[in-house]
């Protein structure tokens, strides 16, 4: 019979459908929300389709040109990368379904349909894709079998038998998975490179423009949790330094590049600051942050001129950081001419409002920078109000901001009064990053959220150097220094807001565990498992060695484990097989038709062997005319009997 006529049966269809389905979900769920609609869409349509007959290839064409353009649409014409390349594997299972018809269509569709768990850990890597990735293997493995029994005709295993069938098969290879998870040498860089993601995870950039941020602080995913050993900073002191922004073309703000390749600014630091670490999030970029000011770079980080942290390597996995901070007496007291100028730069002909403005408060000040800061803080605490609805930049945005809507948020905040401060001789200079953060009573440590980005200002002072201005918290200080915590507990539905705080701290608690167990397992956590064991100073080749070892013994078992076969689970035939495994060292196995009795007989006409008959006669009868009562010592004469010695007739 041919493969072509070996045809799907309903319910067989069903399994292999559901089974890819299963896999796909995972990866659906690290895409866009709408593309990943239209994926799951898609395929349910032509599931429902390609019911009763293949779908013509015109069809099948026309599908794939529907998909490739979806993900253009969603995700713009961008360079490949793993997210694209992930969305393009979905599409294309999704349509896969179309030409589904046989078992052998059936096989292809599961196989192709486990890349997409694989692909989903790509783009993350955390518990819920786990399981579900998981469960998908699982369930391509019951749907093999289902296949399978219907290749062979047989009667249909309960799921239940199938199950059990699975776990098996999962528990021979775990000694193998686990040996590689544990004893495989954990290395800095991964030997095949991955393509970086064509559109970055959301996290703070080297650049700020007006409503830039506004989806991201609608994003209450978290961007890094923190946990102080010792003294925790107080809420006014609880300021991330990211990257500072010091070009302004009237529009955008932009880090100056020439700082990277500066040394770290001079600081005097006061107090014994904080000892603390910190769990970032992936972005797929190397900007980091810092409690305000760090003291040093962690290893496989750089600080530039301007206190800022970049990574060495793109973030493009969770990644753990020890720092320690402290606030400054003293910051960068002395500046160049070219930082100075830097700090002062303005475009021309913008904002001309603000300029005049700057000019008066200089004149009416004099040579006391402080009073012109404290003026302008003052105004914008009287006049000011905090939203995030605020209207479009036009031509002159500080402008607009100042004199006439005088309303907005961080951004708008801290962009006009480093405008106002540079137009009146004081240099300052952005600074984003994020404030505040959530304490996690469960696991005792600080979780800072994308929602909680923030930019500020920092202005230069003489004897003092550089000095942390805020002028939002000015306006809305709540904004700034009050926990999520402290903005529930107030109002009708305070108490179920913080039952819902409780369960949300809870599921970030377990999720910081799996990052501790799983994503966080690196060379040292390799070092501490194996310190138990007598193994302080393993070199990586001694490892390779101990995981090579370990992993042919893990697949000698597998290999003896699969040669014994199935069990068999009665007892009395399972003590009868083993009797006849005696005798085929001889040459006088039973063949399969032979019955019991004529088995044994003929054993004893080659080689006389009383008790073999009377024990071929008593299984006999305990086996097929059930005969049970003296099964205990039949079991116990067939596992003690052995070949008599005499020599073959």
């Not at 008066?360 to 605490?381: F, H, K, M, P």
């Amino acid at each position: 019979m041919t493969e072509p006529a070996l045809l799907l049966d309903r319910n067989a269809r069903g399994w292999t459908l559901a089974s890819a389905a299963l896999a796909l979900l995972p990866l659906l769920l690290q895409l866009p929300g709408m593309l990943a609609v239209l994926i799951a869409v898609t395929a349910l349509a032509t599931a429902a389709l390609s019911q009763r007959r293949v779908l013509p290839i015109p069809v099948r064409l026309l599908l794939v040109m529907a998909m490739l353009a979806a993900i253009v649409w969603q995700m713009g014409a961008v360079r490949p990368g793993r997210d694209t390349g992930c969305a393009l594997l979905a599409a294309m299972l999704a349509i896969k379904s179309s030409e589904l018809r046989s078992l052998r269509d059936a096989r292809s569709l599961l196989g192709f349909s486990l890349f997409a768990p694989f692909a989903a850990f790509l783009l993350d890597q955390g518990p819920l894709t786990t399981v579900l990735a998981a469960l998908a293997g699982i369930s391509a493995l019951l749907a093999l079998q289902r296949l399978a029994q219907g290749e062979g005709r047989s009667a249909p295993v309960p799921l239940r038998g199938q199950l059990r069938g699975v776990g098996r098969l999962l528990l021979i290879g775990l000694p193998l998975a686990l040996a590689c998870f544990w004893l495989f040498p954990r290395l800095d860089t991964p030997l095949w490179g991955i393509p970086d993601r064509a559109v970055s995870a959301p996290g703070l950039s080297d650049t700020m423009e007006p409503d830039q941020w506004l989806d991201l602080m609608a994003d209450d995913t978290p961007a890094l949790r923190v946990q102080f050993f010792g003294a925790v900073p107080v809420p006014e002191q609880r300021y991330w330094r990211g990257p500072v922004l010091t070009r302004f073309d009237g529009h955008v703000w932009r880090r100056d590049r020439a700082a990277d390749r500066m040394p770290p600014a001079h600081v005097a630091y006061q107090g014994k600051g904080w000892d603390y670490q910190i769990d970032y999030e992936p972005t797929d970029r190397r900007l980091l942050v810092a409690l305000d000011l760090p003291t040093a770079a962690p290893e496989g980080s750089q600080l530039n001129a301007e206190m800022s942290l970049a990574s060495q390597s793109n973030l493009s996995a969770l990644t753990r950081w020890r720092l320690h901070s402290a606030p400054s007496a003293r910051f960068d007291s002395e500046l160049s001419a070219y930082q100075r100028q830097a700090a002062l730069q303005l475009p021309d002909n913008f904002n001309p409002r603000t300029a005049t403005l700057a000019r008066q408060w200089r004149q009416e000040a004099g040579s006391d920078d402080a009073a012109v800061v404290r003026r302008a803080l003052a105004w914008i605490t009287a006049d000011f109000s905090y939203t995030l609805d605020s209207p479009v930049a036009g031509r002159d945005p500080v402008d607009a901001f100042l004199f006439d809507y005088k309303a907005g948020f961080c951004q708008h905040f801290s962009s006009a009064f480093v405008v106002l401060m540079r137009n009146a001789g004081i240099p300052a200079r952005v600074v984003t990053g994020f404030a505040g953060g959530t304490r996690n009573r469960i696991g005792d440590y600080w979780v800072v959220r994308r929602m909680d980005a923030h930019a500020w200002a920092e202005v230069w002072l003489p004897q003092r150097g550089w000095v942390r201005v805020d002028p939002t918290a000015a306006v809305a200080p709540e904004r700034i220094l009050d926990t999520l915590e402290d903005r529930l507990q107030d109002g009708p539905d305070a108490g179920l807001q913080q039952r819902w705080l409780q369960m949300g701290q809870v599921g970030d608690w377990l999720r910081r565990g799996w990052n501790d167990l799983v994503l966080s397992f690196d060379a040292n956590s390799q070092t501490r498992l194996l310190q138990p064991l007598g193994l302080d100073d393993l070199k990586p080749g001694q490892l390779l060695a101990g995981f090579v070892t370990t992993a042919l013994l893990a697949l000698g078992w597998m290999a003896w484990l699969l040669a014994r076969g199935e069990r068999e689970r009665d007892p009395l035939l399972r003590a009868w097989h083993r009797l006849g495994q005696r005798y085929v060292r001889l040459g006088l196995g039973r063949e399969t038709h032979e019955p019991a009795l004529a088995w044994a007989q003929r054993v004893h006409a080659q080689r006389p062997d009383p008790a073999l008959i009377a024990l071929s006669q008593r299984f006999a009868e305990a086996r097929y005319a059930g005969t049970r009562t003296e099964l205990a010592p039949l079991l116990r004469d067939l596992r003690r009997h052995r070949p008599t010695s005499g020599a073959s007739s």
